[in-house]
């Protein structure tokens, strides 16, 4: 399975975008692309996923490579709420198994 | 909303003794997993299940056993619980990795320490 590499930290001031990046290389073609993220004392939260095409939502704008091979999770006027460690991970179509790595922690300050 | 829910939310346990970790979910989806995570560190997979009776081993399945008496209910088993098991478990379900749209659920955890 094709792994991600991501920054280990980010800092952010309330209001700002936000652009979180993942590196994956190695992706093949079935390889799905999840975002999720993790504050102290509970469990991750699905925010966003896709493919190929770029995906939004009420929490995120994922903007994927044309190659695959990077993808960025943008947050749009980030709030406090907003601060949580950032997983980007890669799902292969029928497998069960996510690979998380150790996440981006965005750090937000008012 | 989807809800999965841990019992106990903390344990301490001997080196040596038997941990049961429950986890109770009212999604009716059919796949479960049990992920651990250690301090600074991603989550990793255990054992996954996707029909009662029958469960799958995940990533490191070595010392735990699980246990899917239900569709509702995952049982993650610490036989001889060591040291090395001193970790925050996570139970988490899903529709399906079969499905494009697939995203899961997870409960709050429950911090073991084994001392």
């Known amino acids: 399975d094709a792994k991600t590499t991501q920054p280990d930290s980010m800092e952010s001031t309330e209001g700002e975008t936000v652009h979180l990046p993942c590196s994956h290389a190695t992706i093949s073609g079935n390889e799905y692309i999840y975002w999720y993220r993790q504050v102290p004392l509970q469990g991750p939260e699905y925010v966003t996923h896709g493919l190929q095409q770029n995906t939004t939502n009420s929490m995120a704008f994922l903007a994927i490579a044309s190659d695959r091979k990077s993808s960025t999770l943008i947050l749009t006027h980030v709030s406090l709420r907003d601060a949580a460690v950032y997983h980007c991970?890669?799902?292969?179509?029928?497998?069960?198994?996510?690979?998380f790595g150790e996440g981006t922690k965005l750090t937000v300050s008012s | 909303e989807a809800a999965v829910t841990q019992s106990p939310r903390s344990k301490v346990a001997v080196t040596g003794g038997k941990v049961t970790l429950s986890c109770h979910q009212t999604?009716?989806?059919?796949?479960m997993y049990w992920y651990r995570q250690d301090t600074g560190h991603g989550l990793r997979l255990i054992h996954y299940s996707y029909v009662a009776d029958s469960t799958e081993k995940g990533d490191i399945p070595d010392g735990y056993k699980a246990s899917r008496p239900s569709q509702e209910n995952f049982s993650l088993i610490l036989e001889l619980a060591s040291l090395s098991q001193t970790a925050v478990y996570f139970c988490?379900?899903?529709?399906?990795?079969?499905?494009?749209?697939?995203?899961?659920?997870f409960g709050h955890g429950t911090k073991l320490s084994v001392l």
């Open positions: 999604n009716n989806h059919d796949y």
């Open positions: 988490a379900s899903s529709d399906g990795p079969g499905l494009s749209n697939e995203r899961l659920f």
């Open positions: 991970i890669l799902r292969r179509g029928g497998s069960a198994k996510l690979i």
